[in-house]
């Protein structure tokens, strides 16, 4: 069996993203560009990017943790090339 550390801190994670969207008061005044002009939108982005954030933290330390790296970032950050 693994041991629980990750995903203990997943949890985490998951809790101060909660708490942080739904803490999240929208700025004053409302700039036109605000999203629906809702608050609820905007605790939903606070609360996601801050679960981004503190997910790909936890990924770098459990990495690290193993003596590993990141090897690829995906084929889309991936740039080749070719000179004939």
Do not use: K, N
């Not at 629906?36 to 997910?55: H, I, K």
């Amino acid at each position: 069996m693994r041991a629980p550390g990750f995903s203990a801190t997943t949890s985490l994670a998951a809790v101060v993203a909660l708490h942080a969207g739904l803490s999240a008061s929208p700025p004053r005044p409302l700039p036109h560009v605000y999203a629906l002009q809702a608050t609820t939108a905007y605790r939903a982005e606070v609360g996601s990017a801050t679960f981004c954030a503190l997910y790909l933290v936890a990924i770098c330390i459990r990495l690290a943790w193993h003596w590993r790296t990141f090897t690829r970032v995906g084929s889309v950050l991936e740039i080749r090339i070719s000179i004939r």
